[in-house]
């Protein structure tokens, strides 16, 4: 599959930094793919795929069953903080923690924004939102990962 | 954390996707930016293996020889019908059957729609593929790849003898789109049709359907 060749490493790269592991990635990718192939799209670039991936990667992060193993696979190395939150903290650990509990669409942004580093026109853009409704959820993300931080042992 | 260029525009940056007025300015920030060169650089290094895509799980149409009063059968079930057990299986197997279309295969490529409907297939044998082929044996796959315009949906039909069955699900056209994949067996002479408008039990009128043919071994 020619889609398949031309973008499933930029996907896999996608996927990894999302989920902290290639195998998993590796899962992500060829599920969405063996669905276009069912589907019969190839009316797919790059944007479009970027996203369905990310929203797959996202239901990995979210499963209930999976959360505990992907949280703890890099260890609890958060460090306590209080107040406001710096956005460097903001590393692709938290992010999967934020997204086990943020709303479907904010967890999104969130990737895009902390691990992907889209700036808020781009997110606005891929998702079809206003610039203002994306700095507004990544303004919830925030207060989230401070409380995260804040609170968390 | 956002900046100015973020992993996405980079990976389509290398691979050349980028609009013009995009992938200028892209080029200007990486002079500047030793970080997003990095990263450029291990996008271009990353030359881990792809993994292989396994096959969907395709629907097995499969043709018992020629010989019964009725000449072939069409045995399902499809694998996806799999899952329902025995019962299931019998009636998916009554339902594909539908009857009687005497009279000439319709061409291989018809006009449709503004476009073209066109079918194409490709054998695979022994982990080698065939495309185009003019005939099958025995555990053969047949992948089937349709060509219709987009927007529109098609069914794939199967014609032996008189008899059409409809073993994979309808397809959303463009171009080249792979149906899915057949296996056949028997020998017995088999038309595989991109069908417009199909409608479940009944055949294809005229004009409505691109088939290629393939002949036993
Ligand atoms: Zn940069």
């Known amino acids: ?153 | 954390m956002s900046h100015p260029v973020s992993h996405l525009r980079l990976e389509r940056y290398h691979l050349g996707e980028l609009p013009p007025a995009d992938r200028d300015g892209v080029a200007r920030h990486l002079e500047t930016c030793a970080e997003c060169r990095t990263l450029l650089d291990e996008i271009a290094a990353d030359d881990r293996p792809l993994p292989d895509l396994p096959l969907p799980d395709l629907p097995t149409l499969e043709v018992e020889p020629a010989g019964g009063a009725r000449g072939g059968v069409v045995r399902g079930p499809a694998r996806w019908w799999a899952v329902g057990g025995g019962a299931l299986l019998a009636l998916a197997a009554g339902a594909v059957l539908v009857l009687r279309a005497p009279g000439p295969l319709p061409p291989g490529e018809v006009a449709w729609k503004g476009g073209v409907l066109a079918v194409e297939l490709a054998r695979e044998r022994d982990g080698q593929v065939h495309e185009r082929p003019a005939t099958y044996r025995d555990g053969d796959r047949i992948q089937v790849r349709v060509s219709c315009p987009p927007g529109e949906q098609v069914g794939v039909g199967v014609r032996q003898g008189d008899e059409w069955s409809w073993p994979l699900p309808p397809v959303a056209c463009g171009n080249r789109v792979v149906a899915g994949a057949l296996a056949l067996s028997g020998g017995q002479q088999t038309a595989i049709c991109a069908v417009a408008d199909p409608v479940a039990g009944t055949a294809p009128p005229p004009g409505q359907a691109a088939c290629v043919v393939l002949r036993g071994e």
């Open chain 1, 1 to 153: 599959m020619e889609l398949y060749h031309r973008y499933g490493p930029a996907l896999l790269r996608k996927c990894e930094r999302m989920l902290g592991s290639r195998a998993d990635a590796e899962d992500v990718v060829q599920a969405l793919f063996l669905d276009l192939l069912r589907k019969g799209r190839t009316d797919v670039d790059l944007p479009y795929l970027y996203q369905a991936a990310t929203r797959r990667s996202l239901n990995v992060i979210r499963d209930g069953r999976r959360r505990a193993e992907l949280l703890s696979r890099h260890g609890d190395a958060l460090v306590p903080r209080q107040g406001a939150v710096d956005e460097r903290v903001i590393d692709a650990e938290l992010v999967r923690r934020l997204c086990a509990s943020l709303p479907e669409q904010t967890a999104e942004i969130a990737v895009y924004a902390f691990l992907d580093r889209m700036s808020q026109e781009e997110i606005a853009s891929l998702c079809g939102l206003s610039r203002k409704t994306v700095g507004k959820r990544l303004e919830q993300v925030r207060q989230a990962a401070a409380g995260l931080v804040g609170g968390a042992p």
